[in-house]
Nanobody, 123 residues
Framework: QVQLVESGGGLVQAGGSLRLSCAASGLTFSTYNMGWFRQAPGKERDFVGAISWSGATVYSADSVKGRFTISRDNAKNTMYLQMNSLAPEDTAVYYC????????????????WGQGTQVTVSS
């Protein structure tokens, strides 16, 4: 059974930083491209970015480029989202997702989803 478990969310002031983690189990992590999405209240789920199975290629949405960094540690079956210079508009539930490595990073169409972790940025 595939499980993706996000952690690291919380409440932070504008301008602050958070690091989210996504721990994967039940799949061969190193053969999956991984991605992050977010969904703000009353809005559609948005693509934040993705990283290739090897970590060699990373794609980030324009809205987070230069502020958010995606990385992964295949030895730990874990992906990360380092979020800096957070703003209130970054408030959302953040989801990690996995897609077979043969699929594109953008658009990213996952086969598996995590349950999400809440990030709240206060002004």
């Amino acid at each position: 059974q595939v499980q993706l478990v996000e952690s690291g969310g919380g409440l932070v002031q504008a301008g602050g930083s958070l690091r989210l983690s996504c721990a994967a189990s039940g799949l061969t992590f190193s053969t999956y491209n991984m991605g992050w999405f977010r969904q703000a209240p009353g809005k559609e789920r948005d693509f934040v970015g993705a990283i290739s199975w090897s970590g060699a290629t990373v794609y980030s949405a324009d809205s987070v480029k230069g502020r958010f960094t995606i990385s992964r540690d295949n030895a730990k079956n874990t992906m990360y989202l380092q979020m800096n210079s957070l703003a209130p508009e970054d408030t959302a539930v953040y989801y990690c997702a996995a897609a077979n490595r043969l699929r594109a990073l953008n658009p990213f169409h996952p086969s598996y989803w995590g349950q999400g972790t809440q990030v709240t940025v206060s002004s």
